[in-house]
């Protein structure tokens, strides 16, 4: 198996049984795959947060089958990350050419979830992208949507009819909202199941399982600890969570502690989590780590 990431050389304290769990997971963009014929590879496109973090891109996974993508979630900068893995820039996935990136799937409507979903639309279609983007998402995508093209009208007019037009096909965008969990796409590559998974006041928070010909792979977006997320991580092949350290929350003011308990998921529950779920990877995302760092994990 082939992992580029900073791996924590030491176990959750309660204790994951299965194997070392990684700390402090991919910093920029990096992707791993069970061996080289693999038709399934996995693209840690950024495991940031709201923080501004300069080497940190915001959140985003890519999921990429028999050369085609598919994005869970589109933080700032991931589609720069997405160019850096592609032939084009010296990468070697094919499917992370940013004119073949026609699937998004979005957990949540958080700005650090969704902030790079202009950058995406755009930036693909300027590319070559020649087709609507699919893009799933919870009760307000559409609305997101249609408010980004609108924003965009004058560069979208200018594109199409200057005097090297761009097609008129990329720039538009085809919108299917999550409203219950199951099933939610299907193709020759993957199965997308969506699944509820708490968030505070959220009402509408989700996490995604892909089935593919070699791998299951879910995302648990942005979550407490969560017996759904559970079910649907059960066995599963790869499991990328959302985690903040244990120890450093211990240091919040008290609102703060309530606000991230009710939120995200501690080192310690996603270790109770990971034992019960034997992913065979469990890999950690949108990690608040708070001043803590690999060589101290909570």
Partial sequence: MKIFAKACDKTFSLAFLMALSLCHAVLAASAFADTDTSVTQVAMLGTGTPNPFPERSGPGVAVVVNNEAYLVDFGPGIVRRAASLSPEYGGDIAGLAVEKLNHAFLTHLHSDHSVGLPDLLLTSWVAGRDRPLKLFGPEGTASMAENIIAAYEEDIRYRLYSDQPANNQGWRIATTEVTETGVIFKDKNVTVEAFRVPHGSWPDAWGYRFTTPDKVIVVSGDTAPSERLLEYAKDADILIHEVYSLEGFKKKKPRWQKYHAGNHTSTHELGE???????????????LLWG???????
């Fill in 292 to 298: 803590r760092t690999s060589a101290r994990c909570p």
């Fill in 273 to 287: 989590l990971a034992a019960k779920a034997r992913p065979k990877l469990l890999v950690l995302y949108h990690q």
